[in-house]
């Protein structure tokens, strides 16, 4: 018994190539894909982070007031300045009060990443003894 075999039975070489052409270009665009998804997360927590070492700033100018300073760097390259400017009081209320308003504005950024740069800006209501920023 005798089997016939058709010629045409099989792929070509050409074909084959062009088959794993597209399947490598395929593979290509998944690995690309996930790089900028592990870069564009690596860049939010960056950010994340920035802003809450900000908030932490913040929190401490309003504990600790003019004394703090106007700004610093931490260890790990952190680097933050605060600027507080006196807020202008159209009805004067405040003064008699006993309290001024500040515009108190937070930059922070990290020295191995400065094109990462956070500002936070805040109304603070201090008394007038402590109001000197």
Known sequence: ???????????????????????????????????????????????????????????????????MGPGGERLGGWVWSLVATPRHDENGDAKTLGIAYLDVDVTVFNRERPEFRVTLSEIVARRLSDAAP
Do not use: H, W
């Not at 794993?20 to 994340?48: G, K």
């Open 1 to 67: 018994m005798k089997i016939r075999r058709n010629p045409r039975s099989g792929f070509t070489l050409l074909e084959t190539l062009v088959a794993l052409a597209i399947a490598s270009l395929c593979v290509m665009m998944i690995l690309l894909a996930s790089i900028q998804l592990q870069t564009r997360e690596s860049d939010a927590l960056a950010r994340t982070r920035l802003t809450e070492f900000a908030l932490g700033v913040l929190e401490t100018y309003r504990v600790l007031g003019p004394k």
